[in-house]
């Protein structure tokens, strides 16, 4: 049974860092899927933060991130991270990691049967 698994996630202070991991296990072929982070803050809408491709390894960053946040795959491990860095308060939300179609304007999850989602990690940026 496919699934995705985030961590890394935590409590750290304005500026500071923190990677995020999301792994898949029991893919047959983790590398043919491209995969997307996602982000919901209490009260606000659920936003793409940063998705990768399997074809081309490209990548798609929003602006409220870009520059900060980095997203990279490493296809034996199975696992993509997501290293944030100069983080600021209002990046605090859970992060989810999802198979996705990582367009131009962002990671879009189309839910289907073959599509995962992950079940979240909490990262707090608070002084």
């Known amino acids: 049974q496919e699934q995705l698994v985030e961590s890394g996630g935590g409590l750290v202070q304005p500026g500071g860092s923190l990677r995020l991991s999301c792994v898949g296990s029991?893919?047959?072929?983790?590398?043919?899927?491209?995969i997307g982070w996602f982000r919901q803050a209490p009260g606000k809408e659920r936003e793409g933060v940063s998705c990768i491709r399997s074809t081309d390894g490209g990548t798609y960053y929003a602006d409220s991130v870009k520059g900060r946040f980095t997203i990279s795959r490493n296809n034996a491990e199975n696992t993509v991270y997501l290293q944030m860095n100069s983080l600021k308060p209002e990046d605090s939300a859970i992060y989810y990691c999802?198979?996705?179609?990582?367009?131009?304007?962002?990671?879009?999850?189309?839910?289907?049967?073959?599509?995962?989602w992950g079940q979240g990690t909490q990262v707090t940026v608070s002084s």
């Open positions: 999802a198979t996705v179609d990582c367009q131009p304007s962002g990671p879009h999850y189309s839910a289907t049967p073959y599509d995962y």
């Open positions: 029991g893919f047959p072929s983790f590398f043919h899927y491209t």
